[in-house]
Nanobody, 125 residues
């Protein structure tokens, strides 16, 4: 049984940094493409970043590419999302996602094979 468990979401001030973690079990992140999505109230779930199973390729949404960094630790089977210069637009529930196609680097939410339950980020101005 695959489980993705996110952590790290909390209330932060505008301009702060935050690192989210996603611990995977039941799959190997070295053989899966891993990604982060987010969903704000009243909005659709949106792609943020992804990293291939090899770790050699990453991709970011334009809205975050200069501020967010996705990384992973295969030994810990954990994926991270470093978020810098947070603003009110970043307030959302953040979800970890996995795809069985390890070379995938961008996909819509409907193509995700496994989801975590999410972790909430609140940004106070």
């Amino acid at each position: 049984q695959v489980q993705l468990v996110e952590s790290g979401g909390r209330l932060v001030q505008a301009g702060d940094s935050l690192r989210l973690s996603c611990v995977a079990s039941g799959l190997s992140i070295s053989r899966s493409a891993m990604g982060w999505f987010r969903q704000a109230p009243g909005k659709e779930r949106e792609f943020l970043a992804a990293i291939t199973g090899s770790g050699k390729t990453t991709k970011y949404a334009d809205s975050v590419k200069d501020r967010f960094i996705i990384s992973k630790d295969n030994a810990r089977n954990t994926v991270y999302l470093q978020m810098n210069s947070l603003n009110s637009d970043d307030a959302a529930v953040y979800y970890c996602a996995a795809r069985s196609i390890s070379s995938a680097i961008f996909w819509p939410p409907t193509s995700t094979d496994y989801w975590g339950r999410g972790t909430q980020v609140i940004v106070s101005s």
